[in-house]
């Protein structure tokens, strides 16, 4: 059965618990705290779940530091609370809250059909809703001992600021001309209202953003260069082209910063959603900054003898949306097994290595690939159940490729490869597992 293609109808994800139950049994993301029952919304990354992450975060930042003119940072999650006035977070970073009176059910008012808007009713039950109240998503906490507003400090709700109050800093020590970036990933918060969806919306995430310093009147061609590049990336992670797409925001849409903005979104089982945000911010920030803070952050270029405030060009992703998007987009259900279709590059495992028996003749040799082959792949030795069950195991995990040591081996030195997406098993010389392995990853195509 191995050796042949999928046969019958293979079914993409449609319904999430299937994804959120995979991802619990086979350790990429668990509840959190969940011996106490767990927490609404939030959750924990397991063994295979942090290493998709960090595969995740190493393609975005060689995607973004590759390029000689972005540099990396990593400020503080903890910013001075001006900072947040200045950004207009304090004032501004809101969404209307609504309580169902019958239900108790609460919504973010510009997430209800705006016919059950204007009639005030319950998008669940159809009782009666409250008048939206404007609430703010920056979750607070106080720095040092005293709990009183001098102490109040913020968790940053996206890790931009941090760029731009260093925007000196870096542009003084790295020594680069505009036009330039600077690229952060790093943890934010947010008080959601209705969190949910699995690892889609949470009150604590990870984000990946890049802003891109530009001469005004430089902005909109930036713009235009930088969303096509974004959507490059997530195709070259492996993404279905047909599942995502680019949607502009509307005058009434823009956030309060943006004189453009564009959402990459993906085709989840829940509808079409933001995956990553591209927005033309002009000089909002770094003027507000200057005005807040009474310090100049504006940039003096020598070739044209002038000074001018930048324009910004930001990209923004959330690093565990697009895992999330990276496992919905993977699944696969055929008729006897699940696989992620996973890009070899980001999978938690590259190969599986399978003893066929466990005869320590078969397992010394095991050793000896495994030791090897472990150098330059993660690499995962099942021995135990028969070797179609350790094939599924990998297949559900999204393991790209499975060798198989025989009794052949032992004679000939040569093992099986076989392939995750086609099954298809091909007879190789052992001592070439290596560099087989790495010209099969680097020419897979989804
Ligand atoms: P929304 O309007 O859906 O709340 P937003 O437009 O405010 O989101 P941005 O501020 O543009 O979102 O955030 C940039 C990216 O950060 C999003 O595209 C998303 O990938 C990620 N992100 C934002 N909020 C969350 C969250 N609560 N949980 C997980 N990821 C998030």
């Excluded at 350790?27 to 290493?51: H, K, M, Q, R, T």
């Excluded at 999650?77 to 200045?86: G, N």
């Excluded at 495994?370 to 297949?395: H, L, M, N, P």
Aim: contains cysteine.
């Amino acid at each position: 059965m191995d050796q042949q293609a999928e046969t019958g109808a293979i079914k993409n994800l449609e319904d999430m618990s299937e994804l959120v139950s995979l991802c619990k049994r086979r350790g990429y993301v668990f509840p959190s705290s969940e011996v106490y029952g767990g927490i609404n919304a939030c959750w924990d990354y397991g063994p295979l779940g942090v290493e998709l992450k960090r595969n995740v975060k190493e393609s975005w930042w060689r995607a973004m530091t590759d390029r000689t003119d972005i540099e990396g940072l990593d400020a503080a999650i903890m910013m001075h609370p001006k900072v947040w006035q200045a950004s207009g977070h304090v004032e501004g970073f809101t969404d209307p809250l609504v309580d169902c009176k019958k239900c108790k059910s609460r919504f973010r008012e510009d997430q209800i059909d705006a016919a059950l808007v204007a009639q005030k009713k319950c998008p669940s039950c159809g009782g009666e809703i409250t008048a939206p109240r404007q609430f703010n998503l920056m979750f607070k906490t106080f720095m040092g001992p005293l709990e009183d507003s001098a102490a109040v400090v913020y968790l940053r709700p996206e890790t931009a600021q941090g760029i731009y109050v260093n925007f000196q800093n870096v542009l003084q020590t790295s020594r680069q001309r505009i036009p330039f970036g600077i690229a952060q990933i790093g943890k934010a918060f947010r008080n959601e209202i209705t969190p949910g969806n699995f690892i889609f919306r949470t009150r604590e995430f990870e984000q990946m953003e890049m802003q891109y310093f530009v001469k005004p009147g430089a902005d909109e061609a930036s713009f235009e260069t930088w969303k096509e590049l974004r959507f490059q990336w997530h195709l070259s992670n492996g993404i279905r082209p047909e599942k995502l797409r680019l949607h502009q925001h509307a005058e009434g849409e823009l956030a309060h910063y943006a004189k453009a903005a564009f959402d990459i979104q993906y085709e989840f089982p829940f509808g079409w959603q933001e995956l990553e945000g591209i927005h033309n911010r002009t000089d909002f920030d770094l003027k507000r900054h200057e005005q807040f803070s009474g310090k100049k952050l504006e940039y003096f270029d020598e070739v044209g003898k002038e000074r001018y405030i930048p324009y910004v060009v930001e990209t923004s992703a959330g690093c565990d949306r697009t895992l999330l998007v990276l496992l919905v987009d993977a699944y696969r259900a055929g008729a006897d097994r699940v696989w992620l279709k996973l890009h070899p590059k980001l999978a938690p495992y590259k190969v599986g290595l399978f003893p066929l028996m466990k005869k320590p003749e078969l397992m010394e040799y095991t050793d000896r690939v495994f030791a090897d082959v472990r150098k330059q792949f993660r690499t995962f030795v099942d021995e135990a159940g028969s070797i179609g069950k350790r094939y599924r195991r990998q297949d559900e995990i999204g393991t790209p490729y499975g060798v198989t040591i025989d009794y052949d081996t032992l004679s000939n030195h040569t093992v099986t490869i076989r392939d995750r997406d086609t099954m298809a098993q091909e007879r190789i010389p052992a001592e070439k597992i290596c560099q087989v392995l790495q010209e099969r990853i680097e020419s897979w195509k989804p």
